[in-house]
DNA sequence: TCCGAATGTTTAGAATTATCAACAGATTTA
DNA sequence: TAAATCTGTTGATAATTCTAAACATTCGGA
């Protein structure tokens, strides 16, 4: 371990709790009046200025609700950015008329991959469908795309979507003659 | 979620510590001695007579060493048990002469799969090799046992030993004319 | 058997935490 | 603007936790 390790901005109960209760959306009050506290008890625990019991951060937590394991164990860092403008998605490249815009950075330790996706007319995963492991799914926004899922194939219109286990080989490709942009999603993300 | 769930023994933080403590093999005197807190006081929590506060819990847990996350996520019910008699084995099915016995009954929730094994002479887990994922490690204690790993293949001896990933093709026999033991270990389980 | 050491438990008092109510600043509403 | 919320913070007091020391019990060894 280095010593000067990236510092979890979090470490301390105080911040930790007031990052939870933040990110639920809660006033100090709102959360003692849930958890059966006093609102000025949240505020000294948010400040360090008191180390609170067991009994109390259980009583508070389970006003989220949160378990111990959940609040000691959850990385809050790691969903400190809650939105995503255009500049936050990072391109994948998939061939030159596939663009794979990710949300986020990096999918390390999430559970979840989200994708902005558009085929160019003709473009096309290829005839070795693709295999990982999970599950995927999709919601065509724009054009058409046609949808092979194993022994199954269907070309969806905008509105409708597709769910699969992602071991089944599978093949996306636009047949239209104009762009096809859909929203998709991996768990776990398969790259 | 059924309202009757099969409780976890060590729900009340008094006492999870104290088989936290006893698992580790300290007394109250000795953890509180290195957690720089007083005998009492532990006594009291284990006794659930009263509820730590955080930075308490915190210097205790210190003294084992165990962090809050590990001390309210860690299944210590799964390590109840920790030591195993012979009747304490059981007996995994390969071939007539082959005998798997394992350490403990399910390896649910568990990390590790460790084998006492005999391979009776002339002894074969077959041409078409074995390959999971995880990997695997075992020390011969008597007889001897022709172990092929991918294009590699030796007859060990007695306190040799083998140590490869579980996904490079592999398998054992036993070429000699006595029975060979051996002790071995999976991680992940692999049945 | 008696003694000594080791273990966990208990009690009174010091230290810390939680409550209740009041306070100050920011935002909304009339 | 002024009144009315709503927000988080703070002080005095009540409640709880922690300490220090004594107590009770068990286990071995002389």
Redesign the interface.
């Known amino acids: 371990m280095s010593a000067a390790e990236h510092t979890p901005p979090a470490d301390d ?1 105080g911040t930790r709790l007031r990052m939870v209760r933040q990110i639920y959306g809660l006033t100090q009050r709102e959360l003692a009046r849930r958890a059966g506290v006093t609102n000025g008890a949240i505020s000294l625990i948010e400040q360090n200025r ?8 259980k009583k508070i937590l389970h006003g989220i609700p949160l ?3 959940e ?3 959850t990385n809050f860092a790691a969903a400190d950015q809650l939105f995503f403008g255009v500049g936050d998605f990072t391109e994948i490249a998939f061939g030159a008329d596939i663009s794979m815009r990710m949300v986020g950075q990096s999918m390390k330790n999430r559970a979840l991959q989200m994708l902005h996706e558009t085929y160019q007319p003709g473009a096309d995963t290829g005839l070795d469908m693709l295999r990982h492991t999970g599950e995927e799914a999709g919601i065509i926004i724009s054009g058409c795309l046609t949808v092979t899922i194993g022994a199954q194939e269907r070309t969806l219109q905008p509105g409708q979507a597709y769910y699969f286990r992602s071991d089944i080989p599978h093949r996306f490709r636009n047949q239209g003659d104009e762009p096809c942009v859909l929203i998709s999603a991996n768990s776990p993300p398969s790259f």
Chains 1, 2 share one sequence.
């Not at 008191?50 to 951060?57: D, F, G, R």
């Open positions: 109960i008191v180390s609170p019991s067991i009994s109390s951060l378990s111990l394991a609040f000691f164990t």
